[in-house]
């Protein structure tokens, strides 16, 4: 079974920047629809950024784009998530999650229960 393990988190304040990794190992398939989520205190999960690992495309949630950059590493197996401007609304535990297979619709528009496979967590904090 595919394991994630997200690294990289940590406190900046606000226009600092972070880059968040996400190390998979274990999986099966020769391509993944992989995402970035978030989740503050009170609040549902949200996409931040997903990207189809056969070809490199990349779609971002509005809050983030032009700031954060989403991008993988095939010989290092590993997903980044480059956070750069950030802003203290940036602050929660950052998921990276994975979906065997091309992005389609629901995986694309970032539903966090159309991916199966999860990491742990990282923490981002944003604050002066």
């Known amino acids: 079974a595919q394991v994630l393990v997200e690294s990289g988190g940590g406190s900046v304040q606000p226009g600092g920047s972070l880059r968040l990794s996400c190390a998979s190992s274990?999986?099966?398939?020769?391509?993944?629809?992989m995402g970035w989520f978030r989740q503050a205190p009170g609040k549902e999960r949200e996409g931040v950024a997903v990207i189809y690992t056969g070809n490199d495309m990349t779609n971002y949630a509005d809050s983030v784009k032009g700031r954060f950059t989403i991008s993988q590493d095939n010989a290092k197996n590993t997903l980044y998530l480059q956070l750069n401007s950030l802003k203290p609304e940036d602050t929660a535990m950052y998921y990276c999650?994975?979906?065997?297979?091309?992005?389609?619709?629901?995986?694309?528009?970032?539903?966090?229960?159309?991916?199966?496979?999860w990491g742990q967590g990282t923490q981002v904090t944003v604050s002066s």
């Open positions: 999650a994975a979906r065997k297979g091309i992005c389609f619709v629901d995986t694309w528009s970032m539903r966090p229960d159309a991916f199966n496979t």
């Open positions: 274990g999986y099966s398939a020769s391509s993944y629809c």
